[in-house]
């Protein structure tokens, strides 16, 4: 693949349009969940940051989307991810391809990754 894009929608345009329209429903889903987001590329995939700190990352897969918000963000929703039957690690969730984006669970990370690096902050 491809690891020169300068943007998360250089890096979008790289995928079969199934996994573009996943890739960029999750966009939205992170930006409208958390107001003053600035988009970057880390680990060579598209990321947020939330008042200059990372936020989340994410990527697609032949199979499935990436989702990255760190390890303890992975660990508070871990019985989520169970019951839903992901597959998970210790800072990453697999979304399949063959199954809707889980926006509220999404919506409910990234919320408490907003918290975390607001309560670091203060």
Do not use: C, W
Request: proline fraction near 5%.
């Amino acid at each position: 693949m491809k690891n020169n894009f300068k943007n998360s929608n250089e890096y979008i345009l790289l995928f079969p349009e199934e996994v573009q329209q996943k890739l960029i429903e999750l966009r939205e889903i992170i930006h409208a969940e958390v107001s003053g987001l600035e988009e970057y590329i880390g680990y060579q995939m598209p990321a947020f940051r939330y008042k200059g700190k990372p936020l989340v990352y994410f990527a697609g897969y032949k199979k499935h989307i990436g989702f990255y918000p760190g390890a303890e963000g992975i660990k508070v929703f871990e019985e989520d991810f169970k019951q839903k039957g992901y597959k998970f690690s210790k800072g990453a969730v697999q979304f399949p391809l063959d199954q809707d984006i889980p926006a509220e669970l999404v919506k409910k990370i990234v919320q408490f990754r907003a918290t975390k690096i607001e309560h670091k902050k203060s």
